[in-house]
């Protein structure tokens, strides 16, 4: 066998970004690696502290690096990569399922610069990382969803102090946080006792008799599950107006985002539902969803104002992150998924994920598909053949598509309605039929409706 005398080596992977560097996060300090060509001592140890912070971006900014990777370690990230990003260095926030560790012994060291091998040779993908308003606009979302869940469990408190006292108020009303329950509640922590007074109390809008009403608010007053109502109560309230001030928040940070943006010239359509939603925001969601997306996304049955303001807040108003609206869900999981071995598929189950939108999509899928419309229709002829699960998550992904084609490209959707569904479901049944009978030499004829 003949020998290559040309003395060449096997070359490795091509280096695509030659001046990227790698931080494995942590708690109490971070290690940095940059290439071994930048400088002479290429890992770092910086404490957590932000001075220490600035001198890692200091140090970064002198060995010539232009790009860094960093895994998303918890929430220590986000202060490393606000002050990184400040100072002009592009910023990629990889997932860690994708990183994975060097094989061998674990340590700090290892993972930061296997990290800065990987993203040198190109092999590892940026995380969605909004830009400063979104990210703003986000922050104050999710402080009010963490309020809205703050103030659900205190509810729960204060039933259960109803119930501990046979109130039997939640079975004769529908919401006990409703005009007619917080009446009610409010007046036996101030001290009254009496079920005339209290069931006078009652809104016109009560479905409920006033009788019926008066025998369920005879109850056993023990003082120590009245003040356990009373402290439910008072945090309900506590969190209702930390919610309150989140809307404040909420409005300025989409007026700030409506600056760049034009009200479009065609007026803002007919509104699908008048009412209001009790976990709305208090200021006018839909025009200003309106004016940021150039179109009106509540025509899309499943979203109203406050899951287009939710969708926004997560996503951003630019979808051109997403090539194609199969990359927006997949990002979603709501894409089956792919895996291969030897030519046989072995898996193609959705993978599990803590999304916020993802969750908010599916309860827009299950509220849609009780509806009679084409999204209704297809939800129900899913469910009646593969099961509800995955007709949610089918449902849930054709939401999203409508969502990607009406923020990037600008369309108006309009709903054709369920009949027009079953008919085109109708028509491709019976097309698939006679496509059959032909390969097996048969024509379908059509029967002749009886007189």
């Given at each position: 066998?003949?020998?290559?005398?040309?003395?060449?080596?096997?070359?490795?992977?091509?280096?695509?970004?030659?001046?990227?560097?790698?931080?494995?996060?942590?708690?109490?300090?971070?290690?940095?690696?940059?290439?071994?060509?930048?400088?002479?001592?290429?890992?770092?140890?910086?404490q957590a502290f932000t001075g220490d912070l600035q001198r890692?971006?200091?140090?970064?900014?002198?060995?010539?690096?232009?790009?860094?990777?960093?895994?998303?370690?918890?929430?220590?990230?986000?202060?490393?990569?606000?002050?990184?990003?400040?100072?002009?260095?592009?910023?990629?926030?990889?997932?860690?399922?994708?990183?994975?560790?060097?094989?061998?012994?674990?340590?700090?060291?290892?993972?930061?610069?296997?990290?800065?091998?990987?993203?040198?040779?190109?092999?590892?993908?940026?995380?969605?990382?909004?830009?400063?308003?979104?990210?703003?606009?986000?922050?104050?979302?999710?402080?009010?969803?963490?309020?809205?869940?703050?103030?659900?469990?205190?509810?729960?408190?204060?039933?259960?102090?109803?119930?501990?006292?046979?109130?039997?108020?939640?079975?004769?009303?529908?919401?006990?946080?409703?005009?007619?329950?917080?009446?009610?509640?409010?007046?036996?922590?101030?001290?009254?006792?009496?079920?005339?007074?209290?069931?006078?109390?009652?809104?016109?809008?009560?479905?409920?008799?006033?009788?019926?009403?008066?025998?369920?608010?005879?109850?056993?007053?023990?003082?120590?599950?009245?003040?356990?109502?009373?402290?439910?109560?008072?945090?309900?309230?506590?969190?209702?107006?930390?919610?309150?001030?989140?809307?404040?928040?909420?409005?300025?940070?989409?007026?700030?985002?409506?600056?760049?943006?034009?009200?479009?010239?065609?007026?803002?359509?007919?509104?699908?539902?008048?009412?209001?939603?009790?976990?709305?925001?208090?200021?006018?969601?839909?025009?200003?969803?309106?004016?940021?997306?150039?179109?009106?996304?509540?025509?899309?049955?499943?979203?109203?104002?406050?899951?287009?303001?939710?969708?926004?807040?997560?996503?951003?108003?630019?979808?051109?992150?997403?090539?194609?609206?199969?990359?927006?869900?997949?990002?979603?999981?709501?894409?089956?998924?792919?895996?291969?071995?030897?030519?046989?598929?072995?898996?193609?189950?959705?993978?599990?994920?803590?999304?916020?939108?993802?969750?908010?999509?599916?309860?827009?899928?299950?509220?849609?598909?009780?509806?009679?419309?084409?999204?209704?229709?297809?939800?129900?002829?899913?469910?009646?053949?593969?099961?509800?699960?995955?007709?949610?998550?089918?449902?849930?992904?054709?939401?999203?598509?409508?969502?990607?084609?009406?923020?990037?490209?600008?369309?108006?959707?309009?709903?054709?309605?369920?009949?027009?569904?079953?008919?085109?479901?109708?028509?491709?049944?019976?097309?698939?039929?006679?496509?059959?009978?032909?390969?097996?030499?048969?024509?379908?004829?059509?029967?002749?409706?009886?007189?």
């Amino acid at each position: 066998m003949s020998k290559d005398r040309t003395g060449s080596k096997p070359s490795g992977l091509p280096i695509i970004h030659p001046f990227a560097a790698g931080i494995d996060i942590g708690s109490r300090f971070h290690v940095v690696a940059v290439s071994p060509d930048l400088c002479d001592e290429p890992v770092q140890t910086f404490q957590a502290f932000t001075g220490d912070l600035q001198r890692m971006a200091d140090w970064l900014v002198a060995t010539g690096t232009k790009t860094v990777v960093m895994e998303s370690t918890g929430v220590y990230w986000v202060a490393a990569y606000e002050v990184l990003e400040s100072r002009g260095l592009e910023v990629i926030l990889a997932n860690a399922r994708e990183a994975r560790a060097v094989p061998g012994r674990k340590s700090d060291v290892n993972d930061a610069q296997w990290l800065q091998r990987l993203h040198a040779c190109g092999l590892l993908r940026a995380s969605f990382r909004p830009g400063r308003d979104i990210a703003e606009l986000r922050a104050y979302l999710r402080a009010r969803e963490k309020h809205t869940d703050y103030a659900a469990a205190h509810i729960q408190h204060m039933q259960k102090a109803l119930t501990f006292m046979n109130i039997q108020l939640h079975h004769v009303i529908a919401d006990i946080t409703g005009v007619t329950g917080m009446r009610i509640v409010r007046a036996i922590v101030a001290g009254e006792r009496d079920p005339d007074r209290l069931a006078a109390m009652r809104d016109v809008r009560c479905k409920e008799n006033l009788e019926t009403i008066r025998n369920a608010l005879v109850g056993n007053y023990q003082p120590e599950h009245v003040f356990a109502l009373k402290q439910a109560l008072a945090l309900y309230d506590f969190y209702q107006q930390c919610i309150d001030e989140c809307d404040v928040e909420i409005e300025r940070a989409v007026a700030i985002l409506n600056i760049a943006h034009s009200f479009p010239e065609a007026p803002l359509p007919k509104a699908k539902h008048r009412n209001k939603m009790p976990s709305d925001p208090n200021f006018d969601v839909r025009t200003a969803m309106y004016q940021l997306a150039g179109t009106d996304l509540t025509q899309i049955h499943g979203i109203g104002p406050f899951l287009a303001l939710r969708l926004i807040g997560e996503c951003g108003t630019d979808l051109s992150r997403w090539p194609t609206a199969n990359h927006f869900t997949s990002w979603l999981t709501l894409a089956p998924g792919c895996k291969i071995s030897g030519g046989k598929v072995l898996s193609s189950h959705t993978r599990k994920t803590s999304s916020r939108i993802t969750v908010a999509l599916r309860l827009a899928a299950v509220t849609v598909g009780r509806s009679n419309t084409a999204l209704g229709a297809f939800y129900r002829r899913l469910a009646g053949r593969i099961g509800n699960a995955k007709a949610v998550t089918a449902t849930a992904r054709k939401i999203a598509v409508l969502f990607y084609n009406a923020m990037r490209y600008g369309m108006d959707y309009r709903d054709p309605g369920a009949d027009h569904y079953e008919q085109q479901y109708r028509d491709r049944v019976i097309k698939q039929l006679h496509r059959r009978a032909a390969q097996f030499g048969y024509s379908l004829q059509p029967q002749d409706s009886p007189a």
